[in-house]
T-cell receptor
Framework: GENVEQHPSTLSVQEGDSAVIKCTYS??????FPWYKQELGKGPQLIIDIRSNVGEKKDQRIAVTLNKTAKHFSLHITETQPEDSAVYFCAASETSGTYKYIFGTGTRLKVLA | SAVISQKPSRDICQRGTSLTIQCQVDSQVTMMFWYRQQPGQSLTLIAT?????????ESGFVIDKFPISRPNLTFSTLTVSNMSPEDSSIYLCSVSNISRNEQYFGPGTRLTVT
């Protein structure tokens, strides 16, 4: 089955700097890769996603890149702000037709003012 | 995206009792899922709630411990039975429509078992 690894587990950046979180997956047939932001005391919020027929997707200060050959995808946050501080999870869809996700282990991002 | 609510938002329960968590969506959805998130950990899928039939459980989760109902396309319940302190977690429901594959999560239920 699918396995997703996520690095780093914690990341501290200065306000205004960029942050990059990386995930690798094992099933080359996976075709959908969402990213979630979870703030303290809240449920995960879908912030951006990418499908396997696209190499990059941007939405304002966040972007996701996908390298299908290497089986990895990354989240890029530019011009970080204190409100970006949260735990971020990547996920990959299973290809068994069950519409299930396999989640990464999470990255705790701290943006230092 | 769908608006998802969960009840209760948090609870403190005694060992050996059961708690039923409700998940309500503001529109009809194809898929509903239940996850467990232990403190400081990632999300682990408990089961897929199937409308009108028995839920599909993941390895390590059984119906006797986590019975699930899904009477219609907007509502589901998860019961945590015969609770022990190890069941202290956040329980999350998520919803998806198979045409899009995106999952949206509810706010979670924070359960503490003493």
């Amino acid at each position: 089955g699918e396995n997703v690894e996520q690095h780093p587990s914690t990341l501290s950046v200065q306000e205004g700097d960029s942050a990059v979180i990386k995930c690798t997956y094992s099933d080359s047939a996976s075709n959908y890769f969402p990213w979630y932001k979870q703030e303290l005391g809240k449920g995960p919020q879908l912030i951006i996603d990418i499908r396997s027929n696209v190499g990059e997707k941007k939405d304002q200060r966040i972007a996701v890149t996908l390298n299908k050959t290497a089986k990895h995808f990354s989240l890029h946050i530019t011009e970080t702000q204190p409100e970006d501080s949260a735990v971020y999870f990547c996920a990959a869809s299973e290809t068994s037709g069950t519409y299930k996700y396999i989640f990464g282990t999470g990255t705790r991002l701290k943006v230092l003012a | 995206s769908a608006v998802i609510s969960q009840k209760p938002s948090r609870d403190i329960c005694q060992r050996g009792t059961s708690l039923t968590i409700q998940c309500q969506v503001d529109s009809q959805v194809t898929m509903m899922f239940w996850y467990r998130q232990q403190p400081g950990q990632s999300l682990t899928l408990i089961a897929t709630a199937n409308q009108g039939s028995e839920a599909t459980y993941e390895s390590g989760f059984v119906i006797d411990k986590f019975p699930i109902s899904r009477p219609n396309l907007t509502f589901s319940t998860l019961t945590v039975s015969n609770m022990s302190p190890e069941d202290s977690s956040i329980y999350l429901c998520s919803v998806s429509n198979i045409s899009r594959n995106e999952q949206y999560f509810g706010p979670g239920t924070r359960l503490t078992v003493t």
